[in-house]
């Protein structure tokens, strides 16, 4: 399944309907609702998948938007935090957003988990990583500090993680909605490759799975943290989609295909007809830089023979 998110033109319409229809007219039959949806779109979103006019594959958390919010927003509440009113606002408005899917026969959720509150490592790696500063000491270092307290602080956060999942889960399974647990940027960032595992030993893998997002996968690979082969060979399976994005370094994500520098043949191994691939792309590009460049791309993924 090859969809297209709605991040690219969400803050261009005032209408859902027109909204999804200039998705559709690029050639989707399929499209992601992202995490910038406003309350206001909801109807005219409706409205045209009532009439068929197109097919929503997921949603990305948070969506709708929470009332008051303006602007794109997966993070506005953290499943992992340990204020409590703010975890039940995560777990409240997760709900919402499964029920949201399930009214328009959207398989799939994609979430952000939180992160392990601790002092900002990744940063500081991204700002050697740009002086060219990957292979030295000061880099691994830093790297191997970060690692090591995000093991040592981690557990209460993770734990909040859970108290978040054991609501939302049960309302997974009642909605028919599966969660797809998004690969993270950030070394704080929830969950890591081992977590992921953990989520979907804990709660089945009926209904938690991978979700792999080029641009933050390949944050990690760059500080030498993953390789996209390998969570991808981990979790093959188990992987509900993808967001497919060209990359540049340092860290400049959401591209066409063709801007950026990613080995898109790399992925071809793993993708199955079951997958939702979605397109992820900035708001900043043009429409003919998108219609010309996404679907040969997608279909290189389906049949590198093509590339």
Not at 210 to 231: C, M, P, S
Request: aromatic share 10%; glycine share 6%.
């Amino acid at each position: 399944m090859i969809s297209f998110s709605t991040c690219w033109n969400t803050r261009r319409h005032m209408d859902g309907r027109a909204l999804l229809n200039e998705i559709r007219e690029l050639g989707f039959e399929y499209a992601e609702l992202g995490h910038g949806t406003r309350l206001s779109l909801v109807d005219g979103i409706q409205k045209a998948v009532a009439a068929g006019e197109i097919k929503i594959s997921s949603l990305h958390n948070f969506c709708p938007l929470p009332v008051g919010v303006i602007h794109p927003a997966p993070d506005y509440y953290k499943p992992s935090s340990t204020s409590n009113d703010e975890r039940e606002r995560a777990v409240k408005h997760t709900v919402r957003t499964l029920e949201f899917a399930a009214t328009l026969g959207a398989p799939v959720v994609v979430l952000h988990l939180g992160e392990v509150k601790m002092r900002d490592y990744s940063t500081k790696l991204m700002k050697l990583f740009v002086k060219g500063q990957v292979a030295t000491p000061k880099f691994e270092r830093i790297r191997t500090k970060a690692i090591t307290k995000r093991i040592d602080k981690r557990q209460k956060y993770f734990d909040q993680v859970c108290r978040s999942l054991d609501e939302i889960v049960p309302k997974a399974r009642e909605f028919k909605v599966r969660l797809g647990v998004e690969t993270r940027d950030a070394i704080e960032d929830i969950p890591t490759e081992d977590e992921v595992g953990e989520l979907i030993a804990r709660y089945g893998k009926d209904v938690v799975g991978y979700w792999h997002d080029i641009g933050h996968a390949q944050v990690k690979e760059n500080f030498g943290l993953t390789r996209h082969e390998v969570l991808l060979e981990r979790y093959r399976g188990r992987t509900w989609g993808m967001h497919l994005q060209d990359f540049a370094p340092p860290a400049f994500d959401h591209l066409p295909p063709g801007f950026g520098t990613f080995d898109f043949p790399r992925l071809a191994p793993f993708v199955t007809q079951e997958m939702v691939l979605v397109w992820e792309l900035s708001p900043r590009w043009e429409i003919e830089q998108v219609r010309q460049t996404c679907h040969k791309a997608a279909e290189m993924l389906r049949n590198p023979a093509s590339a």
